[in-house]
């Protein structure tokens, strides 16, 4: 046996260890339980998640925190937290701030700030975007949980991540000081989600706008003033129900909005009554639903309207739009543009005419509004499905009784209008339409003439390896374009088609085309012919023309004409970003290109001076925007135009 001595000191330890054994297993889980909730509650007072990151800021001072000011902010480093030093940036001098923030109370946001990390506040945190100008940009994989916003007028919060509120007394607020600051209200810019169970206060002249993958989900709740001079614009495919996702009682009425998506959109389950829509998309927006529009006049928002802009579509359905008022207050317009497109299913189709109880609102077809512009510069749809389909009698703007393209994709048919006799289309008819004078009680359209009038068509040999070929039309209608056909002898039934289409102008006043048939193998005489076809596949042939060809030098033996001073074509057209305008002067000259726009606006001119004859390209590279525009080309006394499409 072996004695081993304990000293009255190792007999006290012992005993302490024992002790506090018997304290630890003694101990129920519901004081662990307790004592697990003091942490978290620690924790969410100052909603600080672990672990630290170097680079992180936070500001635990019971003021509101300030985002251009260094004052109260600390920096986590290696070794642990520490004021900011002298010399080190305040959060908005990091741009964008990558890491994360963490605020115990209030932040003021007065200078632009892009986070594209994430900023954690506490239990009532509240964010102030201050001033005017001011923005606060939240990038695309940041995220901010806080309880509260305010944007003050003319400041904007541009949410491109993912933003919580934490609470149903939760509010985002877009503040509206009064006229005197004439700064209108604060705006919002969603690009990413925001998730909030509590209030979205959109205050008087407030701006919302919802990305194409913008969306505000919760169970919360958004508000206007009454009336509401609110604007939302919309790109989201599905509109306002794909935007605003909230499922409290939303209080809106009377706003402003503008579908400008780049996709085909509808437009969801608007409040209603509006007072203005604007498609303005380039793509079609369809009504998901009937809308009334407020017909009076307001101080803040003057006139309300709807207008389909030049380039998009609006698809009625069956739906209508009417105006709340029919009285002489009522003042409300819709507005087709030139080169707008129009839809509509409703069996009355769409009318100008006023013959309602008090004579003040359109009362037959779709649109059933206090005034219309119909343009005669813009295309009409009609696509009923329950029976017969009447156009409706509605008078256009520019020239009376005038459209450009007029479809008829209606199951049983369309009847126009009495007092269509006739209606001209100056563009393309697709679909059937009556075409007869003779039949009484119905209007008619000019019978389909043929697509081309043809001034001449030229072929000359360049003396080397290629001939060039030119043709002018005197009026184009209904015209899908041109193929050059090609034989060695002078039968058209053994000719070769040698070029692609080359797109037509389908201009009142014709066109001047080119084109190089540059795959030529054999000397002697080549006939051309020109092949045009109508948007309905009908043929027509031109021609043909002679070129006499001797390869290897030898000269220009072309028994016809030569080229004339024109502008020739461009190419590529469409174009992005520039095109070679190809033209051709018989003598020296000075060239003007002008450049307009489909409303007939002067937007671009090139001048060229001192000019030799023979064949020019130009490159001109445009800063306009996409669509379709109409160059002007002048020389030696002659001009000619033709249609160029710049697509971005």
Not at 316 to 325: D, F, Y
Not at 382 to 391: C, D, E, L, M
Not at 426 to 438: L, Q, S, Y
């Amino acid at each position: 046996m072996h004695l081993r001595y304990i000293s009255p000191r190792s007999r006290i330890k012992r005993q302490f260890r024992e002790d506090f054994m018997r304290v630890c297993i003694s101990f129920n889980a519901k004081g662990v339980l307790i004592i697990l909730a003091l942490l978290c509650m620690v924790c969410m007072a100052f909603a600080q998640p672990q672990p630290w990151q170097i680079g992180d800021y936070r500001n635990l001072n019971s003021n509101p925190a300030l985002i251009n000011s260094r004052t109260g902010w600390q920096v986590y480093t290696a070794t642990g937290w520490r004021d900011l030093r002298i010399g080190e940036p305040a959060p908005s001098g990091i741009d964008p701030f990558v890491n994360n923030i963490y605020v115990a109370n209030n932040l003021w946001i007065n200078s632009s700030f892009n986070l594209n990390g994430n900023f954690t506040g506490g239990t009532n945190t509240k964010i102030t975007i201050m001033h005017h100008g001011t923005t606060f940009t939240l990038g695309e994989y940041g995220s901010c949980t806080l309880h509260s916003m305010d944007v003050n007028p003319g400041a904007c919060f541009v949410n491109e991540g993912t933003t919580t509120f934490t609470s149903d007394n939760s509010k985002l607020a877009l503040k509206y000081f009064g006229t005197l600051t004439d700064q209108g209200a604060g705006g919002l810019n969603n690009q990413g989600t925001i998730n909030l169970p509590g209030h979205l206060e959109a205050q008087s002249e407030a701006l919302i706008t919802s990305g194409p993958n913008g969306k505000i989900v919760g169970a919360g709740y958004i508000t206007t003033p009454d009336p509401g001079d609110v604007q939302f614009r919309i790109a989201n495919a599905g509109g306002w129900d794909e935007a605003i996702q909230l499922t409290g009682s939303n209080v809106v009425s009377d706003c402003c909005y503008v579908f400008n998506g780049d996709t085909d959109q509808v437009t969801g389950n608007i409040p209603s009554p509006i007072f203005s829509l604007t498609v303005n998309s380039g793509h079609k927006l369809a009504l998901s639903k009937d809308i009334e529009i407020t017909g009076g006049w307001t101080l803040a928002q003057g006139s309300p309207y709807v207008k389909v802009v030049s380039g998009s579509t609006l698809d009625l359905g069956e739906h209508t739009i009417t105006s709340t008022r029919d009285d002489i207050g009522g003042v409300s317009t819709f507005t087709l543009e030139d080169g707008a497109t129009l839809i509509t299913a409703h069996p009355n189709g769409i009318s100008s005419l006023k013959q309602s109880v008090n004579g003040y609102t359109i009362s037959h077809g779709a649109i059933r509004m206090n005034n219309a512009t119909y343009s005669s510069g813009a295309n009409y749809v009609f696509n009923g499905t329950g029976g017969r389909q009447f156009s409706g009698c509605f008078a256009t703007s520019g020239a009376s009784n005038t459209v450009h393209n007029l479809t008829n994709e209606s199951t049983h048919g369309v009847d126009l209008c009495p007092q269509f006799r006739p209606l001209e289309v100056t563009g393309v008819v697709t679909g059937e339409f009556n075409t007869n004078p003779d039949i009484p009680n119905y209007g008619y359209i000019r019978a389909p003439t043929l697509p081309v009038t043809m001034s001449y068509f030229n072929a000359v040999f360049n003396g080397f390896d290629s001939v060039m070929l030119q043709w002018e039309t005197q009026t184009e209608t209904n015209n899908l374009g041109f193929y050059v056909l090609r034989a060695e002898v002078p039968d058209a039934g053994q000719a070769n088609i040698v070029s692609e289409l080359v797109p037509a102008v389908n201009s009142s006043q014709g066109a001047v085309y080119c084109f190089e048939d540059e795959y030529l193998y054999n000397d002697g005489v080549y006939y051309y012919w020109l092949q045009d076809v109508s948007f309905a596949g009908e043929i027509e042939l031109h021609g043909p023309a002679m070129a006499q060809v001797t390869l290897n030098g030898g000269g220009n033996h072309s028994p016809d004409i030569p080229l004339k001073t024109s502008f020739m074509r461009n190419y590529p057209n469409p174009f992005n970003p520039s095109t070679q305008l190809e033209y051709y002067l018989e003598n020296d000259s000075d060239v003007d290109f002008k450049v307009y726009n489909l409303k007939g606006q002067l937007v671009d001119q090139i001048t060229l001076r001192h000019q030799d004859k023979g064949f020019h390209r130009y490159i001109w590279e445009p800063q306009l925007s996409s669509g379709i525009y109409l160059i002007r080309f002048t020389a030696e006394g002659r001009s000619n135009t033709r249609k160029v499409i710049l697509s971005k």
